[in-house]
């Protein structure tokens, strides 16, 4: 057993995250998430804006595992349960209510099922965790991935009556998974699918792999060394979008380099818009146009942020 | 020849199911028939799936021998465009002369595949 040393704690008041400004939100979760990972400490997380995204879930869950390992543990306040509805909402919808101290979790508990406290222009699957580790180990098999993204959008499918695009949404949510899974190297996928305040779905998705930059240098060291090529971040994301290229081009005969780029175009076809955060690199495609830049804190593993707006059902042509 | 894709695997998502489907094409081969893929009842579709499937038989017998030998039907409108982005993606890799050095420098990689 190992030792257990008390740490003293840190708190990380959170002003603005809850916009879900796709941008802003991935620079958002790699600051918040290099910052609690830097600080050694315990982390308490508190709300001073009202409204919580759901998909702030998905990285807090990711780092909240990821500290575990290093028994660091990280709170919510409870007075911020107490006197902030929408808070309570993302707890309830984020399914994170059970990472904390009893009385908390029963506060939650009571809280669920009242109408007047959970908005209901907001609507969200339970962030949930697939282990890649089980799959690889054959612990699970590979349509796990797939129930388990079914899994996630049905309440979304109930709820919108996305009946045109929920195969493409589950397809193209695949492509990000299969990425990760052959990609990523990282032990868990973190997803969660949600209905914004105004009215437009986001899916937000975390794996903690080795990211897309650090693939993509271990690509280059396998090469001649004459034929190396060296990319900041933020131009390896946008190689990486490029089709036809990849870390594998042709492994075992398998022609590779399609996956991330099917995704843009399954972005314009609902006229959505996306982003993903790698290393300190960022990406963000909306309209055909694309926005790239390094960021000032890296963000470990990948981040992906789609949104979709409801109003458009069906897809363009 | 009929193939019923649903028969080899539940989802057309993951690689190893798109190796099992090309290696039951591959079994066919010698009958010297067409060979028919059956989508019905697939509803989901990756890119890793066709890559792995048809994406290498185009890399080892080319697209000509695709088109003349295999057709497919009760394929969706995502399965369709799926199967092109792979398909295409496939032929542009094997056009390229880097290509052929590339897969030299792998270790790892079917020599046939340069073919």
New interface residues.
């Given amino acids: 057993m190992p030792e257990i040393t008390s740490r003293s704690t840190t708190t990380l008041t959170i002003s603005s995250f809850g916009d879900d400004n796709v941008y802003d939100f991935l620079k958002n979760s790699s600051l918040m998430t290099s910052f609690i990972r830097q600080c050694g400490n315990n982390v308490t997380l508190r709300f001073q804006k009202n409204y919580v995204s759901p998909a702030f879930a998905v990285p807090v869950m990711a780092i909240r595992d990821e500290l575990r390992e290093e028994e660091r543990w990280v709170y919510f306040n409870k007075k911020d349960i107490e006197h902030n509805a929408e808070v309570l909402t993302f707890f309830e919808h984020s399914g994170m209510h059970d990472s904390f101290d009893t009385k908390s979790k029963k506060l939650v508990e009571e809280e669920i099922g009242k109408e007047d406290i959970i908005p209901s222009s907001i609507w969200a699957s339970k962030a949930h965790m697939i282990s890649l580790e089980k799959i690889r180990a054959g612990v699970l098999s590979?349509?796990t991935?797939?129930n388990d993204s079914v899994e996630l959008l049905v309440p979304l499918y109930v709820a919108l009556e996305m009946t045109e695009c929920y195969?493409?949404l589950?397809?193209g949510i695949?492509?990000l998974y299969?990425n990760a899974y052959?990609h990523g190297k990282g032990k868990s996928i973190y997803s969660i699918a949600q209905k914004a305040l105004d009215g437009d779905i986001l899916v937000a998705i975390y794996d903690n792999g080795i990211g897309i930059p650090q693939s993509y240098r271990d690509y280059q060291q396998?090469?001649?060394e004459g034929q190396r090529t060296e990319l900041s971040d933020s131009e390896i994301m946008n190689w990486a979008f490029l089709?036809?290229t990849s870390t594998k081009?042709?492994?075992?005969?398998?022609?590779?380099?399609?996956?991330l780029?099917?995704i843009r175009?399954f972005s314009d076809r609902y006229g959505g818009e996306f982003g993903i955060a790698s290393g300190t690199g960022i990406y963000y495609y909306k309209d055909g146009k694309v926005k790239s830049e390094e960021m000032s804190n890296g963000m470990n593993g990948t981040m992906f942020m789609l949104k979709i707006p409801c109003q458009e059902k069906e897809p363009r042509k | 020849m009929t193939i019923k894709v649903n028969e080899v695997c539940n989802y057309a998502i993951f690689e190893q199911d798109g190796i099992k489907l090309r290696e039951a094409i591959l079994s066919q081969l010698d009958k010297k028939e067409q060979i028919v893929l059956d989508f019905e009842n697939i509803q989901f579709f990756a890119t890793m799936f066709f890559n792995a499937s048809i994406g290498w038989l185009v890399l080892r017998y080319g697209p000509e021998w695709i088109n003349e030998k295999i057709s497919k039907i009760n394929l969706s409108d995502l399965g369709e465009t799926t199967w092109k982005h792979s398909f295409d993606n496939a032929v542009q890799i094997r056009q390229d002369p880097a290509y052929k050095e590339a897969v030299a420098h792998f270790g790892d990689e079917d020599e046939s595949a340069g073919a």
């Fill in positions: 590979e349509d991935m797939v195969p493409d589950i397809s695949m492509e299969a052959i396998r090469r001649p089709e036809g081009q042709a492994q075992k005969g398998i022609p590779c380099g399609v996956g780029p099917s175009r």
